[in-house]
């Protein structure tokens, strides 16, 4: 699963941007190898959009080194954008015009050439299924059409390295689905991708992802990877109270979180050998308490990687 | 009618202005410097109009008289030449608004009683006609102390002619309806500009167009050029009723007026531009125009006369395109003149045009921060 080392399609090194006070992106480093489709997992306000932007050469760092498909950034940012794509947080495009009316102004704008433009446009509007309604204001479209007119403009000019920016925070599942079927296309076709999301369930799909916490990288892996290391760390709870056996595991030392869904209570320990003292903490409640391993997830690995970090800064 | 509903937006409005800084300092900004910039200048009793002088006799008495003139304070002496014609050449140029020429007869003239002196008036500012009729008020008697002459028999009436070119009814159209021009044209082509930069930030399109290959210059002039167009036809409206409606004269050549109009819309929608890489929102810009405009309308010579303001006014007033605008349309629509003689404002609008077009661009980052 891992691509060659020396295939990296993105690298940056002590990647650190402030804003004020604020620091935003704090020391990151990141290796993206091309051709896959690389996540960015974090929640809001992590630093997830401040580094794409600086990664595609709109912010300028305030510190540390970056360097995109080979080239210098800032400073070769203007021959970087020929071989970008960038689909924005905020759908960007023109609402006043018309799906094919967009998608020729970007052409223009991103110098395909003339001969090739109308094939190109033809060829995006067949493949994103636009073909009844070319005429239509983007304006007036569905969020997830919206989002597949942004995603076939990002993509006109054939760029190497596409960047996403929560591409699929406006749509429902389905299109969703959809949306990530095209984005294996690509990469299989040999784009970069990069996404970045606070939903764990496509975190899984990228071939490999980074977690961000307030600006800090905490972890980056395969998602199996990342989860294998949280082999035996994790439990499920079953019980009448869940709320009361989540304030009694609370309390135990080692359990770094607890969280009910429906009505059994997921564990995750910062150890192994935790289990019985669990036992003696929900024995008091009074309560039968049914704790059972479970495999790790995604989310266990983020409440995992984000917790330590917090304890690393206490 | 929920008092405390109703407060709540009260405040929320109060919150919400206060963050706003740019228009914060126009809630002030405007009253203030509009008021004094305008009180100060606006000056409807002219004083100190530019002049020329011939004096073709060049005696102690038509010296006396010019002297007489000029101390009435509505004149000042710019330049002094040799004939009339000269004089009316700088007329027609807007070197000057006001010529008087003294006839090498004047002594005799004096002796028979009839007129003395002439007064040559642009016509072309209405305001100007009305404040060189003063001049023909200067007692002739007084002229010179010469016991022999029956001068003091004489009445005052007549004996200094004035001949008005240009607009010699004095139609109040003739004169606004260039101007007007001007005025459309700042106001439409800066509202334009101002918005167009602004409102894809706001839309959220700008972060789309910097992540491409596309420049900075590129982004500016393809923005600017459509609205030159529309410019264009918007002069072509108002020449077409102007002269249709009101009978304006267009002295000069058609291409000119298209000339100048084209330099003016230049010059203002770069403006524009300079605006919107500044404004943060859509009703920033437009308060920032409003800002342009209004001294534009007030202190530029439409409407009230540039001459009567104050100097250091003058100099500001000479930043604004509209100013030197007004003199090249009324030059060439109703005295003939053409954009070369009046290189001089043809070339302020030019340099503000590129000044304010290399700004905007600069300030234009292709970034985010």
Same mark, same amino acid.
């Given at each position: 699963m ?6 990296v399609?993105i ?9 004020g006070?604020?620091?935003?992106v704090?020391h990151?480093d ?5 051709q ?18 600086m ?6 760092p ?5 360097e995109?498909?080979?080239?210098k950034?800032?400073a ?9 794509g ?5 759908f ?11 998608l020729e102004?970007l052409a ?6 003339k ?46 390295l596409l ?9 429902d ?19 970069t991708?990069?996404?970045s ?18 600006g ?20 499920t ?10 304030? &009694? !595991? #609370?309390?135990?030392?080692?359990? $770094?979180?607890?969280?009910? *869904?429906?009505?059994?209570? =997921?564990?995750l320990?910062? @150890? ?15 309560h039968?308490? &049914? !704790? #059972?391993?479970?495999?790790?997830? $995604?989310?266990?690995?983020? *409440?995992?990687?984000?917790? =330590?970090?917090?304890?690393? @800064?206490? | 009618?929920?008092v ?10 109060l ?20 008021l ?12 100190g ?25 509505v ?14 050449a ?26 003395v ?5 642009d016509?072309?500012?209405t ?12 007692p ?6 010469d ?31 260039p ?6 044209l ?6 334009f ?21 596309l ?14 167009a529309?410019g264009l ?10 002269t ?15 000339l ?32 342009v ?8 010579g439409?409407?009230?006369p540039?001459?009567g303001?104050?100097?250091l ?19 060439v629509?109703?005295?003939?003149a ?8 043809v ?23």
């Amino acid at each position: 699963m891992n691509a060659a080392a020396d295939d990296v399609a993105i690298r940056a090194r002590g990647l650190t941007r402030c804003f004020g006070k604020l620091v935003a992106v704090d020391h990151v480093d990141l290796d993206v190898p091309a051709q896959r489709v690389y996540g960015f997992l974090g929640p809001n306000g992590s630093g997830k959009s401040t580094t794409i932007r600086m990664l595609c050469g709109l912010l300028t760092p305030s510190g540390g080194e970056i360097e995109v498909l080979g080239l210098k950034i800032p400073a070769q940012a203007d021959e970087l954008r020929t071989h970008i794509g960038y689909m924005t947080q905020k759908f960007s495009l023109f609402e006043d015009l018309g799906v094919r009316e967009n998608l020729e102004f970007l052409a223009a704008i991103q110098g395909v050439p003339k001969a090739k433009t109308k094939r190109r446009v033809d060829e995006l509007i067949e493949q994103y299924h636009f073909g009844d309604r070319q005429r239509q204001l983007a304006g007036t479209m569905s969020g997830g059409q919206k989002q597949r007119l942004a995603l076939a403009c990002a993509v006109l000019h054939e760029p190497q390295l596409l960047f996403l920016d929560e591409p699929t925070s406006a749509v429902d599942p389905e299109s969703r689905r959809d949306f990530w079927e095209k984005l294996f296309e690509l990469a299989d076709a040999g784009t970069t991708l990069l996404v970045s999301t606070h939903l764990m369930d496509e975190a899984e799909r990228c071939h490999r992802l980074a977690i961000l916490d307030r600006g800090a990288l905490v972890a980056d892996g395969t998602p199996r990877e990342l989860t294998a290391q949280l082999e035996g760390r994790t439990f499920t709870v079953e019980t009448d109270d869940p709320r009361a056996a989540q304030r &009694a !595991l #609370a309390s135990v030392a080692g359990v $770094l979180g607890v969280a009910q *869904v429906g009505n059994i209570l =997921r564990v995750l320990t910062g @150890a192994e050998g935790v289990t019985p003292d669990m036992d003696r903490a929900l024995a008091t409640t009074g309560h039968k308490a &049914a !704790l #059972a391993a479970a495999p790790p997830n $995604l989310e266990d690995v983020f *409440v995992a990687a984000t917790r =330590r970090d917090a304890e690393r @800064a206490a | 009618m929920n008092v405390r509903r109703l407060w709540a937006i009260v405040v929320k409005e109060l919150r919400q202005l206060r963050r706003d800084r740019i228009t914060l300092a126009m809630v002030v900004g405007i009253p203030v410097i509009q008021l004094v910039l305008f009180g100060y200048a606006i000056n409807t009793n002219l004083r100190g109009l530019d002049a020329g002088i011939v004096d073709q006799a060049n005696s102690a008495g038509s010296r006396a008289l010019v002297m007489d003139m000029l101390a009435t304070g509505v004149v000042a002496p710019v330049a002094r030449v040799n004939t009339p014609q000269e004089l009316m050449a700088m007329i027609r140029r807007g070197q000057v608004g006001i010529g008087i020429v003294v006839p090498p007869d004047f002594e005799r003239r004096r002796i028979d009683g009839r007129a003395v002196a002439q007064i040559l008036v642009d016509g072309s500012d209405t305001a100007v006609q009305a404040a060189a009729a003063q001049l023909m008020q200067v007692p002739i008697d007084s002229a010179a102390p010469d016991t022999r002459a029956p001068a003091t028999s004489t009445p005052v009436g007549g004996r200094i002619s004035m001949v008005a070119f240009y607009n010699p009814q004095r139609r109040s159209a003739v004169n606004i309806v260039p101007g007007l021009i001007g005025v459309i044209l700042t106001m439409t082509m800066v509202l334009f500009t101002a918005i167009a930069i602004v409102r894809e930030r706001e839309r959220g399109n700008m972060e789309l167009l910097i992540a491409t290959p596309l420049t900075s210059s590129e982004l500016m002039i393809g923005k600017v050029l459509p609205y030159v167009a529309i410019g264009l036809v918007q002069t072509s409206v108002i020449l077409a009723l102007g002269t249709w409606l009101f009978a304006v004269p267009i002295l000069g050549s058609v291409v000119d007026v298209y000339l100048a109009s084209g330099l003016l819309i230049l010059a203002n929608l770069a403006l524009g531009l300079l605006i919107s890489t500044r404004a943060q929102s859509q009703f920033q810009a437009m308060q920032m125009t409003f800002f342009v405009f209004l001294p534009s309308i007030l202190l530029s010579g439409f409407m009230f006369p540039f001459a009567g303001m104050p100097k250091l006014v003058q100099w500001l007033a000479e930043i604004l395109p509209l100013t030197h605008f007004l003199r090249l349309i009324r030059g060439v629509m109703l005295r003939g003149a053409g954009l070369r003689e009046m290189w001089l404002d043809v070339l302020a609008l030019a340099v503000f045009t590129l000044a304010m077009m290399a700004l905007a661009i600069l300030r234009f980052r292709k970034r985010l921060d």
